[in-house]
């Protein structure tokens, strides 16, 4: 027997995944169990035909009129054979036997209360039994005569029940039948396709009957519209069809919870059968539903079962629902977090189920995020998504480095550790040295540039360097030209602080970073005998260098180490000297000849700007190599203008320069030659002509030409010279109106000054006696000179003016040749 209850069992479970899969690939909004224990013992010998649902028990009626009291588990806790109202929690008990059947029995929701002890049964009639002051029980009659009643639920003040004709409510507090909705059907037998009623809340009951759901909502009538009506009355909000019978009804939240009575017709034999009974989710809308979730459920003996042969009830606030049939009792649940993730994973939706667990870690039971992690670790990896796979190690692993070192050995194994390599701990945590060793032997045998770039990227204290150096080296054995395991290998030597063998191979790269591992490393005294090295590598990056560092690197030694590369050297110099035009003056004399060779337009700057370099020897070099401006400008320097200015006339035959050597010299023997020299050649002439009105007397010129001598433009030359005449004229004119303009202001600002008072006071002195000026006394007479520059004199101090120069000045200021100042004021008493 228990064999068999197993397989059923494991039936229901099967049954209701196949149904899932068949309706719809959407997750299932309940889970599924048989209630077994007790419950099976029952069911094996007598058949359920009702069941209600109290805070943690459950009583359940059988055909044989049994009524068995249950835990949550199923376990029987109590049995009755008649009516009995029996308190769970006090000794209070009521007991009746009737005279005819009794079909259903509701109790008031508050029984507890001594004001509530009420309860109604249905059979022929609907009796309201209550306890009297006297603690006797009165029955009285609250409807009769319209069949059985076979469905009534007490909810607040308001009992529904249900008959053949229909659905009433009756409002126990004012004693009144408040309405009546008619059955819709009539072709369905009742006793076959019974009503199922339940309330959602205190004013809104819930009616299914046959394929037809109702909503309706009790309703207070307006004071105006009462009369001899009642109080209340009810209003169908809802009203819909369903797909198939209703065998009961069930609130959860804003939707319904319809169990269904199915019947199908086999294809084979065509004829109807009972299938699967259906649980169902819908959304009531105002005159259809949306359907949330369908699930078929093998309860045992579906086959043989009718409408009425199940029922549904449900524990509120605690959405367990409970599937009634004579052979089987099925709990529905709604899913929690935890079979939310179990669907999940059934589905190998992997990263939604960790998304799901990490959200409501704090509600999950059964499942950790970790053995979630690493299920979709290990499905990721069969479905040969390894980036990825490799990628979510990070967030999954998190730090425990044995989980780590476990999966980089599974990559290992399928050989994907490059997968791996880039997302691997670098920090907190770290693994073990030969994990990294591993992955780099991985990619130096496959894969240089892969290797190289995991050098750069790895700290170097991750795996022990000298191992990673020594296969290196064996590599370079077979390949010993290969930039990328060369370069690598001085990063390498870099790290281990070996900076000579890494500046060798970055110089024998040529390697742009051989100046910032210098610099980085302060390696100039490993680089002085490679400064050629660097100067072909890159002249302006090593000069620079070695001009930065003059403190560490000689400049005497960089030009001995490029004595053998003179252009080096020149670069080398020549840098220098634009830094500063002193500090290589002793390689002044060489610069010339470098300079001549390898960089003449900047020899004549050179020349110029240096006050170093022997003028003899580079006037002796630029003759040799027919140098004529730097020639002409060395010349000059010395002081030989005329040789200068000849070679001009001779060799570069270029008049204007001629004119501007001639201008900058500023010498009137050089213009007397240089007009002797061009008077018999009339293309200078012009060039003259044009050029010396400014310096010197163009009628001199003029007066030595030999008359019938053909000088070109001679007219547009004249006209220049009379023009720049008359220039020179009206700016003569206008800088006099400017002079007198200036000196008639200047006069009369000097007028209005001097016409001012001068303040004369006891802080005043003479200047020849260094006494007041003024005397203390002030009634005693006195004599004072003011002069214009206000230095003040006692009269008797200054000395007496003679017959030839009878006027007085300010001896102080004539003294300082500030000019003579004559007296502007004498003041007397």
Not at 528 to 552: G, P, R, T, Y
Not at 641 to 660: C, G, N, P, T, Y
Not at 741 to 758: C, E, I, N, P, Y
Request: aromatic residues 8%.
């Amino acid at each position: 027997m228990a064999e068999a209850e197993e397989q059923e069992t494991e039936s229901l479970e099967e049954s209701t995944d196949e149904s899932e899969e068949e309706e719809s690939e959407e997750e299932p909004k309940l889970k599924y169990e048989r209630l077994s224990n007790g419950v099976t013992e029952i069911l094996q010998k007598d058949a359920a035909s009702c069941m209600t649902v109290h805070d943690k028990f459950l009583a359940l009626g059988t055909h044989y009129g049994k009524v068995y009291l249950l835990d949550v588990q199923g376990n029987i806790t109590q049995k009755f054979d008649v009516v009995q109202v029996f308190g769970l929690y006090s000794g209070e008990e009521f007991h009746e036997t009737f005279d005819c059947p009794i079909k259903i029995i509701a109790v008031h929701p508050h029984f507890v209360k001594s004001s509530c002890k009420q309860f109604v049964t249905g059979g022929k009639k609907l009796l309201l039994f209550e306890r009297s002051w006297m603690s006797r029980w009165k029955s009285s009659v609250l409807h009769e005569g319209e069949g059985n009643i076979r469905s009534v639920k007490w909810r607040g003040h308001l009992i529904a029940w249900a008959n053949n004709m229909g659905v009433k409510i009756f409002d126990i507090t004012s004693k009144q039948r408040i309405t009546n909705v008619p059955r819709d059907d009539i072709s369905l037998r009742p006793d076959m396709y019974p009503c199922s009623l339940c309330w959602k809340d205190s004013v809104t009951l819930i009616i299914g009957w046959g394929t037809s759901v109702k909503i309706c909502s009790v309703k207070e009538r307006h004071a105006s519209e009462m009369r001899d009506l009642p109080s209340r009355y009810v209003e169908i909000v809802s009203q819909f069809e369903t797909e198939f019978y209703i065998s009961g009804l069930a609130p959860l939240c804003d939707q319904l919870v319809v169990l269904s009575y199915v019947k199908e017709v086999s294809e084979k034999t065509e004829r109807e059968y009972c299938a699967r009974p259906r649980l169902d989710i819908i959304q009531p809308l105002s005159e259809t539903c949306e359907e949330i979730s369908s699930d078929a459920l093998t309860v045992r003996g579906f086959q043989e079962n009718e409408c009425r042969d199940y029922h549904l009830e449900y524990s509120e606030g605690e959405s367990l629902f409970y599937i009634v049939s004579p052979r089987d009792i099925v709990v529905a649940k709604e899913r929690d977090q935890d079979d939310h993730i179990d669907w999940l994973l059934e589905k190998k939706k992997y990263e939604e189920a960790l998304m799901a667990a990490e959200i409501s870690q704090k509600n999950i039971k059964r499942h950790k995020i970790l053995d979630i992690g690493l299920a979709y670790i290990n499905h990721l990896v069969e479905k040969g998504d390894y980036d990825i796979a490799a990628r979510k190690c990070q967030k999954i692993l998190g730090k425990n480095t044995a989980l780590w070192e476990c999966e980089v050995y599974k990559f290992k194994e399928i050989g994907q550790l490059k997968a791996i390599s880039p997302y691997l701990p670098r920090g907190d945590p770290i693994l073990k040295p030969l994990i990294y060793e591993m992955i780099l032997h991985e990619f130096l045998e496959s894969d240089y540039e892969g290797f190289a770039t995991l050098i750069r990227e790895w700290p170097g204290d991750l795996y022990n360097n000298s191992v990673i150096v020594q296969a290196v080296r064996d590599h370079l054995k077979k390949d010993s030209q290969n930039r990328t395991l060369l370069k690598t290998l001085a990063e390498l030597y870099t790290y281990d602080k070996n900076y000579g063998n890494a500046l060798e191979i970055y110089l024998t790269l040529r390697h742009k970073d051989v100046f910032q591992l210098i610099h980085k490393h302060n390696l100039f005294s490993s680089i002085k005998d490679k400064i050629v090295l660097l100067m072909d590598f890159d002249s302006e990056k090593a000069v620079d260098m070695l001009l930065d560092n003059e403190d560490k690197i000689s400049i005497k030694k960089v030009v001995e180490e490029l004595e053998d590369r003179p252009e080096l050297q020149h670069v080398y110099l020549h840098k220098l000297f634009k830094r500063d035009h002193h500090k290589g003056q002793r390689y002044h004399e060489k610069q010339i000849s470098l300079y001549a060779e390898y960089d003449r337009p900047n020899l004549l700057p050179f020349l110029r700007d240096s006050t170093h370099c022997p003028l003899e020897k580079a006037l002796e070099i630029c003759q040799q190599r027919n140098f004529v401006e730097e020639t002409v400008y060395l010349l000059s320097r010395m002081g030989n203008s005329r040789s200068a200015l000849k070679m001009i006339m001779e060799e570069l035959h270029d008049v204007d320069k001629a004119i501007e050597f001639a201008k900058e010299q500023d010498d009137g023997e050089l213009w007397e030659d240089l007009i002797l020299y061009s008077i018999d050649k009339p293309p200078f002439i012009t060039g003259l002509l044009n050029n010396i009105g400014t310096h010197v007397d163009p009628i001199l010129l003029i007066h030595r030409i030999k008359e019938g001598m053909e000088i070109p433009n001679l007219r547009d030359s004249l006209v220049k010279i009379l023009q720049d005449y008359n220039l020179q004229i009206l700016l003569r004119e206008g800088c006099k109106k400017i002079l007198v303009a200036d000196s008639l202001s200047l006069l009369k600002k000097m007028h209005r000054t001097q016409m001012k008072g001068v303040l004369v006071d006891e802080e005043n002195i003479c200047e020849s006696c260094l006494s007041p000026i003024l005397p203390s006394d002030a009634a005693k007479p006195f004599s004072v000179v003011v002069f214009h520059c206000r230095h003040m004199f006692h009269k008797e101090c200054l000395p007496v003016p003679s017959m030839s120069s009878p006027a007085q000045f300010c001896g102080i200021c004539s003294a300082k040749h500030r000019g003579p100042g004559s007296a502007i004021l004498e003041m007397k008493k």
